[in-house]
């Protein structure tokens, strides 16, 4: 039987190679929002890995939506241009689809790069202020956010569209929207973070209102022919938060306004939440958006195994998986599932030497992956 895993999937006019996915991953290293020559390589090397879609980081639609001075952000000429370098790179040698996640910090930005110590900016630093649905400041020792007006709303709208139409210039495949991890519309979502008492805020319909709104506003815009996805919450894992059950709604409704996925991931909307962290802990979250609301689900966390990535997708629990931390340590991490499963990955024909079933007289089998499992 082929496998699963390496078996396309077609999202609108796109047809991804096989449902490996590089998740998104902030690299911290931009400047002033524009990718450098550190994204040429590392975007670059994984856009030959095999992988059937290659999201590019969380990428700012205003300069004070950044987490750090180091995020990538799409919000200027100077942005657009550095990107199109990257994207140029990889789409001269690399097969691999590409997509790119929309962002807004929130409360969680103007912060140190994680290598520095996660904490807010000082003023030395550059701090800059943070906004949020309410006055709610992320933790201890976190500046308060100030809480955005309706007029500011709208505006917040509008820099999603416009980052949207520069994501569609420079040709990109896939548009996702990030509303998990206790960045901006994650925090209209939650309950923990959003306190309003107007139309943005209280019961799970307000809440729900401007991950809508903006996905709404960006399908106008992004080409009819190409997905547009979503990262969601599972949960909060927090007692009066954002629950599974909701997160079935929003997968819902996304879907209503034209969305053609979901990745569900979790936590984050404060730092101190009692995450069950275990190989893949998210897989239920994902299992369950997808049997009840019907929309295409990419499964993400803690999922390094060949054989485990096969089975979520065999067994229906996803339609996409997404590794971060698999794919740093193993940029080539499909070729290599490809080979324990006895299935077909791209390589770059520079590269194509490497398969071990082209050495003539090598061992064919690597030290199986899987045997750890
Ligand atoms: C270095 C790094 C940067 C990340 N940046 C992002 C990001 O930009 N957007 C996002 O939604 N998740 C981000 N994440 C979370 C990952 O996409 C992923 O959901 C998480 O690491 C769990 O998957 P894993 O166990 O395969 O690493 C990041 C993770 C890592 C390790």
Known sequence: MPSPLFTPLSLRDLTLPNRIVVSPMCQYSAEEGSANDWHLLHLGSLSVSGAGLLMIEATAVAPEGRITHGCLGLYSDANEAALARVVAACRRFGKTPLGIQLAHAGRKASATRPWEGIRALTPAEGAWPTIAPTALPL???????????????????????????RAARLGLDVLELHCAHGYLLHEFLSPIANR??????????????????????????WPSGRPLGARITGTDWLAGGFTVADAVMLARRLGEVGCDYVCVSSGGIIPKAPIPTAPGYQLELAQRVRRESGMKTRAVGLLAAPRQVEAVIASGQADMVAMARAFLDDPRWPWHAAEALGANAAYPPQYARSRRDLWPGAPLVRPDRDAAE
Not at 148 to 156: D, R
Not at 196 to 206: A, I, P, S
């Open 139 to 165: 933790d201890d020792g976190w500046p308060a956010p100030r809480a955005i007006s309706e007029a500011e709303i709208e505006a917040l709208i509008d820099a999603f569209v416009a980052t949207a139409r």
């Open 196 to 221: 309003r008492d107007d139309e943005w805020g209280g019961n799970l319909e307000n809440r729900l209102r401007l991950p809508l709104a903006v996905a709404r506003a960006v399908r106008e815009v």
